[in-house]
């Protein structure tokens, strides 16, 4: 055989070997799920443990024995839908209507700002979201409360509110931006104002991109663990009122998971499961929305028909545009407050003894050990993750035919997984990974863990770059005599680089900013400095949660929070500042 | 190892295409329907026929670009000299040996050097000297050495479109090829870059084999020793340009070339 022969099918069966890790990891979590689940569901019954309302776990339970506790998670149902209901109608609205002033209404020098500022906030970790909500929201709500505690519906839905805003307002700006401009054009050639056009044209053009943002949104508001823990009470209640201590699933799973008996794991495993349904009929709801253009044309205009002479006769374009620049003051404050308080309480207590000293006891804390823990992590992790879903990509962008119904199943399943909730990737390591390295936390198995969770991120957006590289090139390659690999490594994935690298850099932010993962699988006290990879750990995020629960250590949870901020910020920027580089240098000076 | 790439250098290609009684089939759609054709050596031999004629796709097959393309399936036999090549010839052999351009410039995201070293660092080829060599001496064949010199370390991509689509001629030039196909080179250029296109195909045919796609009938006239007229996937009429423009022998090259349809 030519060598190289040799070469073109040692890659491919790299790629393709890459391919199955991946696709094995995504099976292993469902397998996960599903068979640590069922034993649960047989012993407490599925309709007993989706709409039983008492739940009063027992550790001592085992599958063989009666059950003496009882296990009914309805009331964390009802709660989770609660509090994102509480988060679209605060994130929703507000990010709909920041995006449409963003793209429409305001000055072009204020747009670039807003720009850069919603990018960067997207990333910030959302046990800051939390902390906020816990020192300042939550004083302030209490105000207001017959029991003087703040917490409840209304601060979860403002935190979570808050949270899901940059990610809302920058998706549905994007897709207000592709309208043509001839839409626009179109409108006012008829007559109409600047605000007719915009909202009675551009926006309901733009409505299949504006409503998955929302639906993106809410996928994220019930996945999301530390900053409800942080605001939300936790006692297991209806929420009833807005000041009311409830309880979601999400804060369900991490509360007990540290001292769980056998059925109480199953069960919070199987709480896992009901948070998978609920993603799943978001991603199913995604997919109808995102098909939609398709389907039906004249039903959709029909509908717009009657909802523009609505629109007419209540003037909603003046109240739209009054709304726009509203959402966007509220928006901006909240954000910027947010910004504020983390710098404002946290450099007056920053000090080289807490940020590099060495961790003795709990009275010289340090949090030296956490950042060295944090880059480790993101070294293992990954190391771990980019080969893999890199090469995956490759395999299932340039190796497998168009149309092929395997792939097309690979490519739903990496979709899920995408959307799963980090909490059950914490489930899933816990009982892999944390038994596979010693039965004991450490910081293996919690890189490992994440490592798994970043798989379909860094596997959808490398993917993503690998499509955006023009077939003319391939081709170009190809007419040269080259081979495949060779086409691979020279020409499509250099072109595909900017992509690339900020799905890395955005990688390594959400490995900082992640912690519900790492808690059970990693470590959760702030310990002395870690000797090595098996031993267990805290990482930024997780040290900020531990420090801020407890009342002692207050200025230090401040100074950690900036620390934090600082840390995703910079791979922010560095993420856009390295791919507008790599992009420039790609496409060359213009003359 | 060496020796055999030099093995590999012994499959000689000649420089003239006979193909016999080629068909081909996208799926269920047939594109070429019976076409056999002698196209001489060092000549400029131009196929012209309305969209969608099977003129682009028969040009692929030399190449066999069309082996890229899904459900697609060729009958008939296809030589190179006296070489078959839809037999056991290496694929990526032949296409070092027939260059292709393509109909929009497609110039990869480097250096206009690395664009031009790309064919032959493919083949193995890693020292300086000889790539500088090589580059240079692309670059003058496709006469831009004077005009890129001095920008050899810049983006392909900053260049203006005749100047990537003559860089991609000077690529192609680089694997040392003894044919050049091009598929409607100037399609996407302006009149000035079409004409230096065509200067500097009449200057490569000293050396190499031309067949170039075109919708432009005038620049066949212009520049074809021989001319190719398609229609729905036949080949109508063939032979000396200058033959087939003022005296066609069937009625549809006629009415084609007069522009009564196309």
Redesign the interface.
Known sequence: M???DVKEKFYKILFAFTAIICIIAVIAIFVFLIARSIPAFGKIGFFEFVFGKDWYPDYRDTYDGELSGSYGVFKMIVGTLAATCGSIIVGGVLGVFTAVFISKFCHKRLKKVFDVVINLLAGVPSVIFGFFGMKVLLPMLGVFADNGSGSGVLAVSLVLGLMILPTVVSLSKTSIDAVPDSYYEGARALGATHEQAVFGTVVPAAKSGITASIILGIGRSIGETMAVIMVAGNAVNYPTGLFRSFRVLTANVVMEMGYAGEVQLGALIATGVVLLIFIFFVNVLLGLVTNKKKKDRASIKRKNAFLSELAHKIKIEKIGRIFSYIAAGVAAAGLVSIIAFVCIKGIPNLSAKLLFGKFETLSTISIFPSIVATLITIVISLLIAIPVGVFTAIFLNEYT??GSKLVKAIRSAIDVLSGIPSIVYALFGMVTFVVFFGNKTSILAGSCTVAVMLLPTVVKSTEESLKSV?D??R?????????KV?TIF??VL??ALPGIMSAIILSMGRVVAESAPFMYTMGSTLSPMPNSVLDSGTTLAVALYKLAGEGRYVDQAYATAFVLLVIVLALNVLAQVLSNKLDK??????? | ?KN?RKEEKQTEFGQNISVKNAELWYGDFKALKNVSIEIPERKITAFIGPSGCGKSTFLKCF?R?NN?V?GCRITGEFRIGDVDIYGKT?V??????V??V?Q?P?????SVYDNVA??PR??GIKKHAELDEIVEKSLRGASMWEELKDRLG???????GGQQQRL?IA??LA?NPKILLMDEPTSALDPISTGKIEELAEELKKEITIVIVTHNMQQATRIADETAFFLLGELIEYGDTEKVFSAPADKRTENYITGRFG
Not at chain 1, 475 to 483: F, I, M, T, V
Not at chain 2, 92 to 97: D, G, K, P, S, Y
Not at chain 2, 106 to 110: D, L, Q, R, V, W
Request: proline letters at 5%.
């Open positions: 030519e060598r190289s035919k168009k023009s003319s090139l081709e170009g390659s190809y007419a040269l005599g080259a081979g060779r020279k020409v250099p072109s240098k790609l496409k060359g000076r213009k003359k | 190892m055999k190449n670009m890229l899904e290496d990526n052999l032949l296409r070092r040996n260059g292709m393509f929009k497609n110039p990869f995201p480097m790309y064919g493919t083949l810049k983006s392909a991509l900053g260049l203006s991609c690529r192609a694997a």
